[in-house]
T-cell receptor, first 113, second 113 residues
């Protein structure tokens, strides 16, 4: 089992560009969560998705951010028109139905220049 | 929503001594409390968890205690070793699997050789 796979590991974008972060959950896991971690800070919940459905997006900024988890393929976190304040590590986690704990991916470190 | 506070933010202990990290939560309905360890530049990894029907759980040098009345839970690490140096996050959740976890702000633990 390859675990939760995130790519890219590092992403550099200029202000105003779009960032696309990908997350493939563990085999057998149908629940995906995205968290943002600013330097020296904790993990802030962004969004929880199941296949083709957004279950909870209460932590997602209202503008520029969107997430999807299509029937086929990885979950995508999309940030449009990035700003310097979007620079952070973005972690994806997954779980199977009924699981209590998550398994995290290695994260994507986004740097906006 | 749930709010989790974690103390202290930094902790240094002599190798071989014990370390204790404390968290409080706000939602009395929360019933699941995991602890994650994050080494520098790496993913958070689950090290131990406890459910609300249990007061204490132990795994080798690591233990977690839960006081539901006071709404707080603690991580205890005994006989600390240099490889215990990391950032530790507590978290809490209400529900019976798959709902989002709310994380504390983290404790940077440094073991002094």
């Amino acid at each position: 089992n390859a675990g939760v796979m995130q790519n890219p590991r590092h992403l550099v974008r200029r202000r105003g560009q779009e960032a696309r972060l990908r997350c493939s959950p563990m085999k057998g896991h149908s629940h995906v969560y995205w968290y943002r971690q600013l330097p020296e800070e904790g993990l802030k919940f962004m969004v929880y998705l199941q296949k083709e459905n957004i279950i909870d997006e209460s932590g997602m900024p209202k503008e520029r951010f969107s997430a999807e988890f299509p029937k086929e393929g990885p979950s995508i976190l999309r940030i449009q028109q990035v700003v310097r304040g979007d620079s952070a590590a973005y972690f994806c986690a997954s779980s199977a139905t009924g699981d209590y704990g998550y398994t995290f991916g290695s994260g994507t470190r986004l740097t906006v220049v | 929503g749930e709010n989790v506070e974690q103390h202290p933010s930094t902790l240094s202990v002599q190798e071989g001594d014990s370390a204790v990290i404390k968290c409080t939560y706000s939602d009395s309905a929360s019933n699941y409390f995991p602890w994650y360890k994050q080494e520098l530049g790496k993913r958070p990894q689950l090290i131990i968890d406890i459910r609300s029907n249990v007061g204490e759980k132990k795994d080798q040098r690591i233990a977690v205690t839960l006081n539901k009345t006071a709404k707080h839970f603690s991580l205890h690490i005994t006989e600390t070793q240099p490889e215990d140096s990391a950032v530790y996050f507590c978290a809490a959740r209400y529900g019976f699997g798959n709902e989002k976890l709310t994380f504390g702000t983290g404790t940077r633990l440094t073991i002094i050789p």
